[in-house]
């Protein structure tokens, strides 16, 4: 079956750190990688997305390269910011699974100034 | 335009009873997908609906949950003889279709469901 494991939290940093959250990933068929991430006291929001092996997804200074050699798509933002601070999802959805996305348990950071 | 929306947004029901949870998805979005998350833990998928059908239901969790959507729009969760491990928040997302992998999923706010 499909999985995503992403490492675990909280992940506690300073304003302009360096951020990285491992995800790893199995899954059977061709999957398609997301990161969701979810601001405190609203819905989940699509951060990101790659749909092949080595795209590159990026997004408001986020970024994270589709590796299918080492499964995985780790995301990295370069200076983070107070407003970074939020729960961070990594997700796939299978050639063989279409619609189910597989969701790791999540990663919160916290961004103190 | 709005986004998705999960009415309501709190729910607190004793054990044993019904509970209707509603989703309504992103205008001209076809395919509808409900979810379940738990305290610190991902999302969790339950059923799709590809326009009226549901075309999967293979994460519904047991016989005491359903799901419609006759006009395929606005979708309900139905959950029958509530138990206290059904507490969770239900996520529902809708996507413009079932297209495969590069449909992105819109997320509502979620109905966070206290069984007591």
């Known amino acids: 079956g499909n999985s995503v494991t992403q490492m675990e939290g909280p992940v506690t940093l300073s304003e302009e750190a360096f951020l990285t959250i491992n995800c790893t990933y199995t899954?059977?068929?061709?999957?398609?990688l997301f990161w969701y991430v979810q601001y405190p006291g609203e819905g989940l929001q699509l951060l990101l997305k790659?749909?092949?092996?080595?795209d590159k997804g990026s997004n408001k200074g986020f970024e994270a390269t589709y590796r299918k050699e080492t499964t995985s798509f780790h995301l990295e933002k370069g200076s983070v910011q107070v407003s970074d601070s939020a729960v961070y999802f990594c997700?796939?959805?299978?050639?063989?699974?279409?619609?189910?996305?597989?969701f790791g348990a999540g990663t919160q950071v916290v961004v103190t100034p | 335009g709005a986004g998705v929306s999960q009415t309501p947004s709190n729910k607190v029901t004793e054990k044993g009873k019904y509970v209707e949870l509603r989703c309504d998805p992103i205008?001209?979005?076809?395919?509808l997908y409900w979810y379940r998350q738990s305290l610190g833990q991902g999302p969790e998928f339950l059923i799709y609906?590809?326009?009226?059908?549901?075309?999967?239901d293979s994460g519904l969790p047991n016989d005491r949950f359903f799901a419609v959507r006759p006009e395929g729009s606005v979708s309900t969760l139905k959950i029958q003889r509530t138990e206290r491990g059904d507490s969770a928040v239900y996520l529902c997302?809708?996507?413009?279709?079932?297209?495969?992998?590069?449909?992105?999923?819109?997320f509502g706010p979620g109905t966070r469901l206290l069984v007591l």
């Open positions: 790659a749909t092949k092996a080595d």
């Open positions: 997700a796939l959805v299978s050639t063989d699974s279409w619609g189910k996305f597989q």
């Open positions: 899954a059977t068929g061709y999957p398609s």
């Open positions: 609906f590809q326009g009226t059908g549901a075309a999967d």
């Open positions: 205008s001209g979005h076809t395919a």
């Open positions: 997302a809708s996507s413009l279709s079932h297209g495969g992998g590069q449909e992105t999923q819109y």
